[in-house]
C-alpha cells in the first residue's frame, strides 16, 4: 500500500452467481462493471493513510471474531431512482446481519458519516441510461439465490480502478476452524 490508499469493506458474492451479475451489469453498459466484483458493500470506498489502515484492519479482525455466520438470501431487484441511478438486487434475508456488521465496522479508527443511509444490495447498474436502468430491473427481476456469508473482505482501489481483495475476515465460528 501507498502512503494513503481508498478501501472498501463487503462481502462477495460467491461463484458462479457473482461472475454472472458482473457479466450482466457490463451487458447494461455500466462502465465500472469490471472493476468492482459483485458484492454488498459493508464500508463504501474511503481513502485512508497506511497508519490507520493496519489499526482498521485489526478492528476488522475483532469485529469478525464476533460475529457468527449468517445466512443471506438475494432475491429480485430494487432501485434508488430518482434520488440516485441505481438498480440493484435486493438483500430479501440478512439485511439486519448486514447491518450489524456494517455499524460495527464504521464504529472503529475509520468512524465515518454516510451520503446516503445504510441499505445493503448488489449493484447491477449504475450511471448507465434510464433504458439499460430499466432492462435491469425487468431482466433481473427473478434473481435469486441463497449463501452463507462466513466472511467478508477488504479490497483495496488500484491505480487502474480496479478493486481488488486484499484481507479476508472469518466470522466466528469459521475462523475458529482455520
Known sequence: MTASTT????????????EFLQERRAAFGDPSAW???AHITLLPPTPVE????????AHCKHVASER????????????FRPVSDVVYIQVAQ???????????????????????YYHPHVTVAHNVPDDALDRAFEELADFHIAFTVDAFFLY????DGVWRPKHDFRLGAAAQGE
Open 94 to 116: 440478512g439485511v439486519s446481519a448486514c447491518e450489524r456488521l456494517e455499524s460495527a465496522l464504521r464504529s472503529g479508527p475509520l468512524s465515518r458519516e454516510l451520503d446516503f
Open 156 to 159: 483495496e482501489l488500484g491505480a
Open 68 to 79: 457468527d455466520s449468517f445466512e443471506v438470501v438475494l432475491r429480485g431487484t430494487g432501485t
Open 50 to 57: 497506511v497508519g490507520v489502515c493496519e489499526d482498521f484492519i
Open 35 to 37: 472493476g468492482i466484483p
Open 7 to 18: 478501501i472498501g469493506v463487503s462481502i462477495p458474492i460467491p461463484s458462479p452467481h457473482g
